[in-house]
Structure formats: structure tokens, C-alpha cells
Nanobody
Framework: QVQLVESGGGLVQAGGSLRLSCAASGRTVSSYTMGWFRQAPGKEREFVAAVSWSAGNTYHADSVKGRFTISRDNAKNAVYLQMNSLKPEDTAVYYC????????????????????WGQGTQVTVSS
């Protein structure tokens, strides 16, 4: 079973940047698409971005496109989310997760398609 640990969250002013990291242990995640999701207070968890197992393809939700960038380093068994031009509406707990299926060649956006989750890291953007 893989363990995922997110870090890098914090309090930042609108327009600022943060870089989230997700470290995996227990087994390699290089064969799995990795995703970032977020959950704001009182709202359902939503898809933010995903990166393919090969790191050759990425997908970003429209709400973060052009501001956030997902990446991964399979040698380090880690995935990252660079967040720029942050807005108050980006405030949420951010989670990383692994796809349930190895070597999937297309992206899934529903949280039920992801099997392993971290505990989350809080991102708060002040106006």
C-alpha cells in the first residue's frame, strides 16, 4: 500500500505563489497517473490537475489553467503542484492521489477513480 504525504501549504496573499509537494512511499507510483484535488469548506472535493504516469501529458481544470502547473519526478517518487496568481477562491485543503489503474492512457477526473490519498495540506489565500 502506498502512503502519500502532502506538504507546502500555507497562508498567502492573493496574487502570491505556493508549491505543493506530494511524497510517495511504500511502493513506486511511477506506473500511475497522479492527481491533485481540493476541497473547500462546505463544498465537494474537486479535481484540480493530473499528470500521466510517463509525465508526458498533463491536464488542468479550467479554473486553474494558466495559473497552476502539475509535474512529477518519478526518480523521487513525487508529484508537485506549482500554484501562481493565487485567488481567495483557491482556498481549500489540497490532496494528492493515485489512479486506481496502472498505465492508464487517458485521464479520469472523478475522485472515485483514484485509490490512494494523502491527508491533505491547507492552502489559504487572503484577499
Amino acid at each position: 500500500q502506498v502512503q502519500l504525504v502532502e506538504s507546502g501549504g500555507g497562508l498567502v496573499q492573493a496574487g502570491g505563489s505556493l508549491r505543493l509537494s506530494c511524497a510517495a512511499s511504500g511502493r513506486t507510483v511511477s506506473s500511475y497517473t497522479m492527481g491533485w484535488f481540493r476541497q473547500a469548506p462546505g463544498k465537494e472535493r474537486e479535481f484540480v490537475a493530473a499528470v500521466s504516469w510517463s509525465a508526458g501529458n498533463t491536464y488542468h481544470a479550467d479554473s486553474v489553467k494558466g495559473r497552476f502547473t502539475i509535474s512529477r519526478d518519478n526518480a523521487k517518487n513525487a508529484v508537485y503542484l506549482q500554484m501562481n496568481s493565487l485567488k481567495p477562491e483557491d482556498t481549500a485543503v489540497y490532496y494528492c492521489a493515485t489512479d486506481r489503474v496502472k498505465y492508464r492512457d487517458y485521464f479520469k477526473f472523478d475522485e472515485t477513480d483514484y485509490g490512494s490519498w494523502g491527508q491533505g495540506t491547507q492552502v489559504t489565500v487572503s484577499s
